[in-house]
């Protein structure tokens, strides 16, 4: 009788101990699970919280300019924000390729967990790659208005020379003045078409910065510096402008 009892007591025990040790996986598998959802989430919100911020600041970089100092200062901005990303690929990485797998591998036995966690992933990985497309269309527009500031500073500064070291003819009454006269009257002619050129392009840039300027927050001090710049680019044409009437005004006296 003993003997059947310590059976039974012995059966139950190996019983209450297989469960115990399945309680217990069970609990630490709950535990891990725990800890690598709030890992994978803190990270995962972390990154998103970085990649809002970041695209904020890169839509406040303004690339138009005619001035080649303005763009060399946003292009500063830009390779920090650029280098920002970079250090931030490693932690971008580490949620799609270890702490989201590990995760979908413990909770795989739910569907409706794994689903949300594979949805919250692919919409980090397009954030991540629309905010990589971004920087590059505002790398290629800073590298654009480089190239259009060049342009048009090199235009600028030919045809305010032109007209600095420019004076008019003094009238001698003989072919060989009338025809200097004539000469310049041509010169004057193409320079007219050099100046509205000159106004178009300032025109394109100046509408071209407002428009990206409207579509996002002012910054006062910035715009402030700016207006400084555009405010001496128009007093440089308005006295191109004086010149070529002062100068076509001599010539229609003759």
């Known amino acids: 009788m003993n003997l059947v009892l310590d059976e039974k007591l012995a059966l139950l025990n190996d ?13 630490e598998n709950l535990l891990l699970t725990q800890t690598c ?3 994978y989430w803190s990270q995962h919100n972390e990154l998103s919280t970085f990649l809002n911020n970041i695209e904020k600041q890169l839509s406040q970089i303004r690339p138009r300019s005619t001035s080649r100092e303005h763009i060399e200062r946003e292009k500063d901005k830009y390779n920090q924000l650029a280098n920002d990303l970079s250090m ?13 797998l590990q995760l979908l591998a413990l909770i795989s036995n739910n569907p409706e967990e794994s689903e949300d ?4 992933v692919n919409e980090l990985e397009q954030e991540w ?18 190239i259009e500031s060049a342009e048009f500073n090199s235009k600028l500064e030919r045809v305010s020379t032109w007209f600095d070291d420019t004076s008019f003819p ?5 072919n060989n003045e009338f025809e200097r006269i004539r000469t310049f009257k041509e010169h004057l002619d193409c320079k007219y078409l050099d100046i509205v050129n000159l106004k ?5 840039i100046e509408q071209h910065k407002q428009q990206q300027i409207d579509g996002t927050i002012k910054q006062v001090e910035h715009n402030k510096e700016e207006n400084e710049k555009t405010n001496l680019v128009e007093q440089q044409l308005i006295n191109i402008d004086s010149k070529w009437t002062q100068l076509n005004e001599k010539i229609q006296e003759q």
Request: net charge negative.
């Open 129 to 146: 790659h629309r905010v990589q497309n971004n920087f590059k269309t505002c790398q290629n527009e800073l590298d654009q208005a480089m």
């Open 15 to 27: 019983h209450w101990l297989i469960m115990k040790q399945a309680n217990d996986i069970r609990t």
């Open 37 to 39: 959802a709030n890992t």
């Open 88 to 100: 931030n690929e490693i932690k971008f990485q580490e949620i799609l390729e270890q702490h989201s």
């Open 170 to 174: 003094i009238t001698i009454e003989n």
């Open 200 to 204: 178009q392009d300032y025109i394109d």
């Open 117 to 120: 966690i594979q949805r919250s």
